[in-house]
């Protein structure tokens, strides 16, 4: 089942997702703040889903067909996942030369927006 609706809906819940780990990250007291990559992932019972659905697919590029054509993947080969969501977050660092030296605060900030989930009767695991 779809819980977000649309492209709109996705950018909104996105926006203000970010908005409230950036809160998290500016509280941490890094100099710099490095935003990470966003991921379009899926999980399972257990967690993340191992194999990871979403390396056989469209990876997330901020488009909303990436998003209903991973979840048609889901619903149709995948029985065992139970939900697609994106996710990001934030690093920090004292300054840009540290962070690129790999002297940084991993996810001192971190969002996730869950698009779809499987309804308990569609279960098939």
Known sequence: MMIVKSA???????ANAKREALKDAQACGCKRIFPRDTNLATTD?????DPRVEAEGPGFDGRWE????????VERSYPNVTSVYISGGFDGAESKAFYEA??????????????WERKPSENRT
Do not use: H, N
């Not at 990436?66 to 993947?73: P, T, Y």
């Open 66 to 73: 990436s998003v209903v054509e991973l979840v048609q993947e």
């Open 8 to 14: 709109a809906e996705l950018r909104t819940a996105i």
């Open 102 to 115: 790999c002297d940084y605060e991993p996810l001192i900030g971190e969002w996730t927006v869950e698009v």
């Open 45 to 49: 019972s257990r967690g993340q889903c």
